[in-house]
């Protein structure tokens, strides 16, 4: 089947420690995103990337790193120096940068402690 | 400044009884209104695309509607598996800017 992948469905990590969140997909599609979802706010746009090795920063990168090295990945690393780490995050493919429908992933819910 | 703003946060209804989600946006250069669903802990569910204003879509007990400030959702007889966060976007500008709401969050008791 075809579709986007995250994993772990969870994470807990302690303060200070990067992480780094998987996003796969098997659609062939050029370009993809990272969003943060929290309670009571709208999805915000962290990273995204039109083709493989390249990617621009969305509203919130700061704290954020990510690399576009093959078509079907798209990884997110939260580092220590994200103020605010606790989120739940969605990964999202389009077949092209022009075309709207998003597809999203199933998300990872990070808990830093 | 774009924005997307939408009404009730939160909703519940009785099974049957049909009522309408509201999304409002303010943006320059609309290149699509998205509609999602989205159950809890996982991601979004594609519901709907409309682009310009008078445009319907339907889906089972869903109908979505766009005028040139504002989308509305219908739900027709909901059935509680209709319960669940309804998000909704636009698409406006630069080619990868969608902006989204906060959602409503919509109940249906049996």
């Known amino acids: 089947d075809g579709g986007i992948t995250q994993s772990p469905k969870y994470l807990f990590r302690k303060e200070g420690q990067n992480v780094t969140l998987s996003c796969e997909q098997n659609?062939?599609?050029?370009?993809m995103y990272w969003y943060r979802q929290d309670p009571g706010q709208g999805l915000r746009l962290i990273y995204y990337s039109q083709i493989v090795n390249d990617f621009q920063k969305g509203d919130i990168a700061e704290g954020y790193s990510v690399s576009r090295e093959k078509k079907e990945s798209f990884p997110l690393t939260v580092t220590s120096a994200q103020k605010n780490p606790t989120a739940f995050y969605l990964c999202?493919?389009?077949?092209?940068?022009?075309?709207?429908?998003?597809?999203f992933g199933p998300g990872t819910r990070l808990t830093v402690l | 400044e774009d924005q997307v703003t939408q009404s009730p946060e939160a909703l519940r209804l009785q099974e049957g009884e049909s009522s309408s989600l509201n999304c409002s946006y303010t943006?320059?250069?609309?290149?699509?209104l998205f509609w999602y669903r989205q159950d809890p802990g996982k991601g979004p569910e594609f519901l709907f695309t409309?682009?310009?204003a008078g445009e319907e879509k339907e889906k089972e007990r869903l109908k979505a509607t766009l005028t040139k400030k504002e989308s509305f959702l219908h739900i027709t007889a909901p059935k509680p598996e209709d319960s669940a966060t309804y998000l909704c976007?636009?698409?406006?500008?630069?080619?990868?800017?969608?902006?989204f709401g906060t959602g409503t969050r919509l109940k249906v008791l049996a």
């Open positions: 976007a636009v698409r406006a500008g630069r080619v990868y800017k969608y902006i």
């Open positions: 409309l682009y310009s």
């Open positions: 659609l062939n599609h050029d370009a």
């Open positions: 943006v320059s250069g609309l290149r699509g």
């Open positions: 999202a493919s389009t077949p092209s940068p022009s075309y709207n429908e998003q597809f």
